[in-house]
């Protein structure tokens, strides 16, 4: 996965949209578009503002998720692979409306 395949699944993921993305980089949002096919990557002022606004990191985005705490063999440590599922739970949690939110935390706090 580019960079820019990693941008547009993670935005995806995350319930956000292109058009907010690239006003909040500086750019026009045709260039994810062109990212994804032509496999390129951003200056790094504009990746660490992409980066931000996914609030992940740009080695993240640069490796597809690969390499974010590799082991000798490239391989994503189960600590690192638990942590991003987790992230991911969160993140979709803090989308919901608050009631459901607050449902869910007491839940978790009775465990």
Do not use: C, H
């Amino acid at each position: 996965m580019n960079f820019w395949e990693t941008v547009d699944s993670e935005l995806k993921y995350q319930n956000k949209e292109r058009k907010d993305l690239a006003a909040a980089a500086g750019f026009d949002v045709s260039n994810i578009g062109k990212g994804i096919k032509n496999g390129g990557v951003p200056l790094a002022d504009t990746a660490v503002l992409i980066a931000r606004f996914l609030n992940v990191s740009v080695e993240y985005l640069v490796s597809g998720g690969k390499s974010v705490g590799i082991s000798g063999g490239g391989e994503m440590s189960e600590d690192f692979r638990r942590f991003f599922f987790y992230r991911k739970l969160v993140n979709k949690i803090d989308s919901l409306p608050q009631k459901t939110k607050s449902a869910i935390v007491e839940m978790f706090e009775k465990i």
